[in-house]
């Protein structure tokens, strides 16, 4: 049987890895905050990809990677779980 992770938490871990490592001490990365307005960029969004890839097991398809589902840690989040789920 598959383990099912929970939206939440991959949301939350995603929020965790991106204000550890991608931006300024003391900024706060809530799941609605904004990526770009973050000042993230085309590199820190591989390295996004390269944690999920390393954390889930998973493999995203570059179509996954659509404006819209990196806009944020929570939309990120949701586009995770839909190819986790598969």
Same mark, same amino acid.
């Given at each position: 049987m598959a383990v099912v992770i929970?939206?939440?938490v991959?949301?939350?871990?995603l929020c965790e890895f991106i204000q550890a490592n991608l931006?300024?001490?003391g900024?706060? !990365?809530s799941p609605t905050t904004s990526l770009t307005q973050l000042g993230l960029d085309s590199f820190s969004i591989i390295?996004? !990809?390269l944690f999920i890839e390393r954390q889930y097991g998973l493999t995203l398809p570059d179509v996954a990677l659509s404006k819209e589902n990196i806009e944020s840690p929570q939309a990120f989040a949701a586009c995770v779980h839909h190819y986790?789920?598969?």
């Open positions: 929970e939206q939440d991959i949301c939350q871990k931006v300024a001490p900024i706060g !990365v390295e996004i !990809v986790i789920s598969l």
